[in-house]
């Protein structure tokens, strides 16, 4: 997989993971009510991101996670990077695979904000985290 499609892929699931954690909430009236009325089937309640405490070596605050629990959360993050090889590398970003079967998506913003995001997936699951 070339850096290119990969950070194309790994964007691609960070927004059908946000779109599905609105539930409804968010957007409400821009079009998802039709669509909804237009199918026979019931709309499905869809997941929703939680928030996790990051715990003492959690990496990071402001940790959202996606059908994962936040037990399992804090065990993984202070690992996360530990078995991390680098896939590709891109103007301050880079995306990392782990021995546990996370790939990670990590993004440096610019000096004046401050502060790295981080994307891990591993099959449905995402752990959504910044850093300072």
């Known amino acids: 997989m070339g850096k290119r499609s990969g950070v194309i892929l790994l964007a ?11 539930g409804g909430g968010c957007g409400a009236g821009e079009g998802n009510d039709g669509m909804a009325r237009a199918t026979s089937k019931p709309p499905r309640a869809a997941a929703t991101f939680r928030v996790c405490k990051p715990g003492p070596r959690g990496g990071g605050y402001r940790v959202r996670a996606f059908e994962i629990s936040c037990q399992k959360v804090r ?10 090889r680098r896939v590709s590398v891109g103007n301050g970003e880079g995306v990392y695979r782990n021995d546990d079967g996370w790939t990670c998506l990590s993004q440096g913003m610019p000096r004046r904000v401050g502060f790295t995001l981080v994307l891990c997936v591993r099959g449905s699951q995402a752990i959504l985290y910044r850093f300072a």
């Open 12 to 22: 691609s699931v960070v927004v059908a993971a946000l779109a599905a954690g609105c």
């Open 75 to 84: 065990r993984a993050l202070p690992v996360m990077f530990d078995s991390a």
